[in-house]
């Protein structure tokens, strides 16, 4: 709140993944009214008008807004990441001349042969024991009752936390398509490379899209150097929210300093 709107004055959206229980969630959802006050966009749960249209950012100066997943909305999704090509990322999907593949190849191919080591000086020192050897028990208790496995798969979120999830909830991209549906508060994330994908593939269909819903953009998950990507591909298809790495202060990282929508 004190320096939030500095720069600007358009609103703030804090993206949060919350892997946290009922009481802590609910300790969560009181700290940010206490901290933000009015300026938090918050409604009831029960008896919530129906959003047709999001509101513009003028109308929401000076505000902050919580994005966040709603569990009930994501146990209700009959869809699975299987069911969306575009989603499933992979090697396999991305150019053979980027150099981050190669890195996590190369990555991926160190830890194989350590992993190789390990198991071969495990093996050996077993054989020194004998055959007859006898495995030690487990030390935890695997055993579980039928209520048990229920309450576990039980979509739990506290519902002082769901009434600030108003004009940016997080759902699962199911693709962008005709037969594909989603509410006007409903925001999913891309990947880099799933973006870079479906502006060329679907331009226009992702442009279409984000005149009236919000979309976050986030990094490849093999810059593990921190590097950062151009923002401004993904702005100018009307992305909103341009996630950028922070650990290094990169050119890229320079230039999203603008009037633009990125956290």
């Given at each position: 709140m004190k320096y939030g709107f500095v720069t600007s004055p358009y609103p703030i959206i804090i993206s949060a993944e919350v892997h946290c229980g009922l009481t802590q969630q609910d300790m969560l959802a009181n700290i940010m009214k206490k901290v933000f006050g009015d300026a938090l966009v918050s409604a009831p749960v029960d008896g919530r008008p129906k959003i047709d249209v999001l509101p513009s950012p003028e109308e929401l100066k000076g505000r902050v807004l919580l994005k966040a997943k709603n569990l009930y909305v994501s146990e209700s999704e009959s869809l699975h990441a299987k069911d969306v090509a575009f989603e499933i990322e992979s090697s396999e999907t991305t150019s053979?001349?980027?150099p981050d593949v190669h890195v996590l190849s190369e990555v991926?191919?160190?830890l194989k042969k350590v992993g190789n080591k390990v198991l071969g000086r495990v093996g050996s020192r077993r054989g020194s024991f004998g055959k007859h050897t006898q495995t030690p028990p487990p030390l935890v208790s695997k055993t579980s009752t039928n209520?048990?496995?229920?309450d576990k798969k039980k979509v739990k979120m506290s519902f002082e936390l769901l009434a600030l999830l108003v004009y940016t909830v997080g759902v699962k991209c199911r693709g962008i398509n005709?037969?594909?549906?989603?509410?006007p508060e409903h925001v999913f994330s891309l990947s880099e490379n799933t973006a870079n994908k479906l502006l060329k593939e679907s331009m226009v269909d992702l442009i279409k899209h984000n005149q009236d819903h919000v979309v976050r953009i986030y990094p490849k998950g093999v810059r593990i150097s921190s590097t950062n990507y151009d923002p401004h591909r993904y702005w100018s298809a009307g992305a909103q929210l341009v996630s950028l790495n922070w650990q290094t202060c990169g050119m890229h990282l320079c230039l999203s300093v603008e009037p633009c929508f990125s956290h």
């Open positions: 053979s001349s980027d991926k191919s160190e209520s048990d496995e229920k005709k037969k594909e549906t989603y509410a």
